[in-house]
């Protein structure tokens, strides 16, 4: 298995809603992170998560809340959005060890939850 | 941030070839990558290559890496519809384990 699988793949939601976007991957990928990206925009970091620890948030508001159960599993949980955060949300996983590092090959990124808050 | 430059938008006939620039600014990055994001798609990594390395080529894709004047080429050979997307290139900085830094992407068109 080389995927990272995302769901849903689409998700519309009010602002007063709360709902969860869900990430899994099955590669011993020991770091994921979640990216937003707007349309015709470069991936923007959130967060990242090494070993289920968050390791990075990159001042995310606290709307936004990530959670990783274990090692194939990441969530984002989503709560009072704002219509300015639609957008297309990122998983993604990498074989990086630290710093330095094993040879890293680079992301394997999902295909995205198209989020629109309403 | 966008410290990773490309021009926004590309066009090519089919069947010729396509090369995609890229310029960042930390001559210490220890990888570089181009990845390849087709409309309501994921991004796909196309290739990478490492800092020691001044050239790579996987099939019809090659890639050219010229570290004095911090610039990433990607080159794809007789080009075809189906390479109609965007082009990210990104960098991962020495003293940055985790992240990837992106560029602006490259539209690339493939004409008929």
């Known amino acids: 298995d080389t995927e990272v699988t995302q769901t849903p793949k689409h998700l519309v939601m009010g602002m007063t809603n709360k709902k969860s976007l869900k990430c899994e991957q099955h590669?011993?990928?020991?770091?994921m992170y979640w990216y937003k990206q707007k349309a015709k925009k470069p991936p923007e970091l959130m967060f990242v998560?090494?070993?289920?620890?968050?390791?990075i948030n990159e001042s995310v508001p606290s709307r936004f809340s990530p959670e990783c159960p274990n090692s194939s599993l990441l969530n984002l949980h989503l709560h009072a959005l704002q219509p300015e955060d639609s957008a297309l949300y990122l998983c993604a996983s990498s074989q990086e060890r630290g710093l330095q590092g094993l040879f890293n090959y680079g992301y394997t990124f999902g295909s995205g939850t198209r989020l629109t808050v309403v | 941030g966008e410290d990773v430059e490309q021009s926004l938008f590309l066009s090519v006939r089919e069947g010729d070839s396509s090369v995609i620039n890229c310029t960042y600014t930390d001559s210490s990055s220890t990888y570089l990558y181009w990845y390849k994001q087709e409309p309501g798609a994921g991004l796909q990594l196309l290739t990478y290559i490492f800092s020691n390395m001044d050239m790579k080529q996987d099939q019809r894709l090659t890639v050219l890496l010229n570290k004095k004047d911090k610039h990433l080429s990607l080159r794809i050979a007789d080009t075809q519809t189906g390479d109609s997307a965007i082009y990210f290139c990104?960098?991962?900085?020495?003293?940055?384990?985790?992240?990837?830094?992106f560029g602006s992407g490259t539209q690339l068109t493939v004409l008929p």
């Open positions: 990104a960098e991962k900085r020495s003293g940055s384990a985790r992240q990837l830094t």
């Open positions: 590669m011993g990928h020991r770091a």
């Open positions: 998560y090494s070993y289920e620890k968050l390791s």
